[in-house]
């Protein structure tokens, strides 16, 4: 995935995680936190996530209650420099 994103980036393009909280999305698929994870999300030309059960959108947010996922966010805002965790906006 971060290879397919950055080959993107190459052609002005851009990526979507869809359906991360689905049965093949990739919570489930890479249920680990690792570098693996953390190379997608830090991709610049990674634009949003989608998830398919609206309980779910604050997702990868500073406001999830998972502390992993709101660490990965916090990692691609600080790397992206990105507003801080103080700020209302949710997205990516």
């Known amino acids: 995935m971060p290879q397919c994103l ?3 980036a190459e052609f002005d ?3 979507v995680l869809a359906h991360v909280d689905g049965e093949a999305g990739l919570e ?5 936190f690792d570098t693996f994870k953390q190379d997608i999300l830090n991709c ?6 989608e998830v398919t059960d609206a309980t779910n959108n604050l997702w990868f947010s500073h406001l999830d209650g998972d502390q992993d996922r709101k660490n ?3 990692i691609r805002r600080e790397l992206l ?3 801080s965790d103080g700020h209302s906006e949710i997205a990516l």
């Open 6 to 8: 950055k080959l993107a």
């Open 44 to 49: 610049q030309n990674l634009l949003g996530i």
């Open 81 to 83: 420099g990105h507003e």
């Open 72 to 74: 990965c966010a916090k």
């Open 28 to 32: 489930k698929a890479y249920p680990k």
């Open 13 to 15: 393009g851009f990526g």
